[in-house]
């Protein structure tokens, strides 16, 4: 029997995913679930959706043949530069499609969880689009460590509610935005970041993703005469721009994917998010997956030197690939990434993302044949981590 790796009909990936919620959270998602096929299929909705990543995010994003890296590996490597998009991200993709299911079930007010603030910053952008009013729930450690997101989150108009509970950090931010949901059934649209949390949430974040890899086939095709690459590498935090990146081509058995995830200071130590390598199936975010635990179920600080890889946990879509084995897991240390990152600047005058910087860093990892096709999902621009890079470049040393 072919192995599916598509949901099925009670939101689960094989043994994973689903929709473990507190029972009075219940109308909230089942109104979710009733309704978003209908609206992700309706043609006026494809219509709005499709003209605003277009004229307002700027799709499609380039596919951009990097010639010097392609000569340095000895493959033809091409980066999806999502980097490119408004608010520098992937995340739009997400947000957008998320607000405007909002207004297609009539709600007033958006509410959102963020930890290192680039979710928050988007869905504040889209909310400032439609004239929404936005809620924030952020952990106050996180406020206090990504003040430039908060200023931006309340330049667009957003108000940032602190998480004072815990660790005061993602996972807590998360509680405070499900309970403030739980009191507002009726007018509140909860906007997930990831493809995380419980069904149908995942598919639908994987769905609004998508549009990368629907891309990357059209302009493959432009480019080489076929539509499929021999590779595609994506970074995971939670697995939404992996989502996209991987979405079409899951079912061609030619194409590997690759997902880098975060080593931290190494998978052995104790300071590393790499939930797929190290993780135990639990149940977080109303969903189960694989995560990092305790023996007793208490959920692990993650470590990573970039914020958006920072999750204990990872969507259910990509446990199960990584189960299957249809999804090829490297865990990249938080050294490796850097230097990757460095070598993108000075290679093809391209400042990544942390994040994507782990994606570019599983480079090192696979023994390429020349006319390999290889796509590099660029999730993102670099300009936040500035203060990382300029930090970390080896002393005294120009890059
Ligand atoms: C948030 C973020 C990520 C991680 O999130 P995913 O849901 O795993 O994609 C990766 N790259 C960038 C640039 C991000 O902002």
């Given at each position: 029997m072919k192995t599916q790796y598509h949901i099925n009909d009670k939101g689960?990936?094989?043994?994973?995913?689903?929709?473990?919620?507190?029972?009075?959270?219940?109308?909230n998602v089942e109104e979710l679930l009733q309704n978003y096929k209908t609206v992700l299929n309706d043609d006026k909705f494809k219509e709005e959706l499709k003209t605003l990543l277009r004229d307002y995010?700027?799709?499609?994003?380039?596919?951009?043949?990097?010639?010097?890296?392609?000569?340095?590996?000895?493959?033809?490597?091409?980066?999806?530069?999502?980097?490119?998009?408004?608010?520098?991200?992937?995340?739009?993709?997400?947000?957008?499609?998320?607000?405007?299911?909002?207004?297609?079930?009539?709600?007033?007010?958006?509410?959102?969880?963020?930890?290192?603030?680039?979710?928050?910053?988007?869905?504040?952008?889209?909310c400032a689009l439609l004239g929404l009013p936005c809620i924030v729930y952020m952990g106050e450690t996180d406020i206090k460590r990504q003040a430039p997101n908060v200023e931006k989150m309340r330049l667009l108009g957003a108000e940032v509610r602190p998480a004072l509970s815990g660790s005061k950090t993602l996972k807590?931010?998360?509680?405070?935005?499900?309970?403030?949901?739980?009191?507002?059934?009726?007018?509140?649209?909860?906007?997930?970041?990831?493809?995380?949390?419980?069904?149908?949430y995942p598919d639908m974040v994987a769905q609004f993703q998508s549009v990368i890899s629907e891309e990357i086939?059209?302009?493959?095709?432009?480019?080489?005469?076929?539509?499929?690459?021999?590779?595609?590498?994506?970074?995971?935090?939670?697995?939404?721009?992996?989502?996209?990146?991987?979405?079409?081509f899951i079912d061609e058995p030619s194409v590997k994917l690759i997902a880098a995830e975060a080593a931290g200071k190494g998978i052995d130590t104790n300071h590393t998010a790499a939930s797929i390598s190290i993780g135990t199936t639990g149940i977080i975010h109303g969903s189960k997956t694989l995560?990092?635990?305790?023996?007793?179920?208490?959920?692990?600080?993650?470590?990573?030197?970039?914020?958006g890889l920072d999750y204990p946990g990872v969507g259910p879509m990509h446990a199960h690939l990584a189960e299957t084995g249809r999804v090829k897991v490297i865990a990249i240390t938080d050294s490796d990434a850097l230097s990757a990152g460095y070598e993108l600047c000075k290679l093809e005058g391209i400042i990544p993302a942390l994040e994507s910087a782990h994606a570019l860093a599983c480079?090192?990892?696979?023994?390429?044949?020349?006319?390999?096709?290889?796509?590099?999902?660029l999730s993102?621009?670099?300009?936040?981590?500035?203060?990382?890079?300029?930090?970390?470049?080896?002393?005294?040393?120009?890059?």
């Amino acid at each position: 029997m072919k192995t599916q790796y598509h949901i099925n009909d009670k939101g689960f990936y094989g043994d994973f995913g689903g929709a473990y919620i507190p029972e009075l959270l219940h109308s909230n998602v089942e109104e979710l679930l009733q309704n978003y096929k209908t609206v992700l299929n309706d043609d006026k909705f494809k219509e709005e959706l499709k003209t605003l990543l277009r004229d307002y995010v700027g799709r499609p994003s380039p596919l951009y043949y990097s010639n010097r890296l392609s000569q340095k590996y000895g493959a033809q490597i091409y980066l999806k530069r999502e980097d490119l998009n408004h608010t520098g991200a992937h995340k739009i993709n997400n947000t957008i499609g998320q607000i405007l299911l909002a207004k297609h079930l009539n709600k007033k007010r958006i509410i959102a969880e963020t930890g290192a603030g680039q979710h928050g910053v988007a869905t504040a952008t889209v909310c400032a689009l439609l004239g929404l009013p936005c809620i924030v729930y952020m952990g106050e450690t996180d406020i206090k460590r990504q003040a430039p997101n908060v200023e931006k989150m309340r330049l667009l108009g957003a108000e940032v509610r602190p998480a004072l509970s815990g660790s005061k950090t993602l996972k807590d931010a998360t509680n405070e935005a499900i309970r403030d949901w739980i009191n507002n059934p009726e007018d509140t649209y909860y906007i997930i970041g990831s493809v995380v949390g419980p069904h149908p949430y995942p598919d639908m974040v994987a769905q609004f993703q998508s549009v990368i890899s629907e891309e990357i086939k059209q302009q493959l095709k432009e480019k080489t005469g076929n539509e499929n690459p021999d590779y595609v590498i994506a970074c995971i935090g939670g697995g939404s721009n992996a989502a996209g990146a991987f979405y079409h081509f899951i079912d061609e058995p030619s194409v590997k994917l690759i997902a880098a995830e975060a080593a931290g200071k190494g998978i052995d130590t104790n300071h590393t998010a790499a939930s797929i390598s190290i993780g135990t199936t639990g149940i977080i975010h109303g969903s189960k997956t694989l995560m990092m635990q305790t023996s007793d179920g208490q959920i692990v600080e993650p470590y990573s030197i970039s914020a958006g890889l920072d999750y204990p946990g990872v969507g259910p879509m990509h446990a199960h690939l990584a189960e299957t084995g249809r999804v090829k897991v490297i865990a990249i240390t938080d050294s490796d990434a850097l230097s990757a990152g460095y070598e993108l600047c000075k290679l093809e005058g391209i400042i990544p993302a942390l994040e994507s910087a782990h994606a570019l860093a599983c480079l090192n990892h696979i023994s390429f044949k020349e006319d390999d096709v290889v796509v590099i999902n660029l999730s993102g621009r670099g300009d936040k981590d500035l203060e990382t890079y300029t930090k970390h470049l080896p002393h005294g040393k120009q890059n």
